[in-house]
């Protein structure tokens, strides 16, 4: 069975601080995605990245970046130098071989609130 | 490019009061999803279609929820009759279909946030 936890229910930060949310996952398959999204306050959840199981390839990509270690079942995203307007729900999600690839398990959500 | 659409974007009704949602997805994308997403929570799947097909409704509460595809393009999910519990935002995504074995990422609507009475 496909899991996904994320233990940090809410961070708060003040700006310019770094920061990492965290993202557990549980799953049988060796083949599967990991994703991120990002849901701002307006409702729409707003794809950051895909990860797949053979590329444990950290990436970095501007302000963001996300650390994929496989022997801890972990995918955390770390935003450096955050800004107020990252202020948002960020969902990790779970895709296996198993589905397709096609369902999406999300996690419960980090609420990430950057103050000025 | 226009992205997912959904309507209404709020809606409050009384219990057992009939609701319907609607959504556009992304033009040539051939799979649609409707998730649930309660408060505080990460959204569940629902239902998903490929072209007019559904594929995987497991997950849908079939005594008082519904769901079409007719052309394989919008679709509108409706519940009746409502109750307490189905307050809640719901969600459409849209994914193209992807060569097989890649993990395509889903597109995302703003929701429609059902408030039931």
Known sequence: AQKVTQAQTEISVVEKEDVTLDCVYETRDTTYYLFWYKQPPSGELVFLIRRNSFDEQNEISGRYSWNFQKSTSSFNFTITASQVVDSAVYFCALSEAGTGFQKLVFGTGTRLLVSP | ?117
């Open chain 2, 1 to 117: 490019e226009a992205g997912v659409v959904q309507s209404p974007r709020y809606k409050i009704i009384e219990k057992k009061q009939p609701v319907a949602f609607w959504c556009n997805p992304i033009s040539g994308h051939n799979t649609l999803y409707w998730y649930r997403q309660n408060l505080g929570q990460g959204p569940e799947l629902l239902i998903r279609y490929e072209n007019e097909e559904a594929v995987d409704d497991s997950q849908l509460p079939k005594d008082r929820f519904s769901a079409e595809r007719l052309k394989g393009v919008d679709s509108t999910l409706k519940i009746q009759p409502a109750e307490l519990g189905d307050s809640a935002v719901y969600l459409c995504a849209s994914s193209p279909l992807g060569r097989a074995g890649s993990g395509n990422e889903q597109f995302f609507g703003p929701g429609t946030r059902l408030t039931v009475l």
